[in-house]
């Protein structure tokens, strides 16, 4: 069973920081490859941080450095850390989650964030 619950998001000043999360109550989030996406208003949704199962890190070179992608596998939850937010952060984010490659992605529902000036 999937069903990507994402939290965390909400509005910050600029060099604020949020922390998401996005949890899942069935299949263990650890043997996924997990990926953070975002899309502003008028754009496309981009990828931001990925993680996969061998603890293998990608960042976009948006957030190099400001972000932290990691997971919790008590939790069942990957959270994706931001700080120096800026006001181009400003964007609705998805987690996504892949067991294997190949076969359907599952999303979940995005939650807001907003960075002010």
């Known amino acids: 069973q999937v069903q990507l619950v994402e939290s965390g998001g909400g509005l910050v000043q600029a060099g604020g920081a949020l922390r998401l999360s996005c949890a899942n109550s069935g299949r263990k989030l650890s043997f996924a490859r997990m990926e953070w996406h975002r899309q502003a208003p008028g754009k496309q949704r981009e990828l931001v941080a990925t993680?996969?199962?061998?603890?293998?890190?990608y960042y976009a070179d948006s957030v190099q450095g400001r972000f932290t992608i990691s997971r919790d596998n008590a939790k069942n939850t990957v959270y994706l850390q931001m700080s120096n937010l800026k006001p181009e952060d400003t964007a609705v984010y998805y987690c996504?989650?892949?067991?294997?490659?190949?076969?359907?992605?599952?999303w979940g529902q995005g939650t807001q964030v907003t960075v002010s000036a």
């Open positions: 996504n989650a892949q067991w294997t490659r190949g076969d359907r992605d599952y």
């Open positions: 993680i996969a199962p061998s603890g293998s890190i």
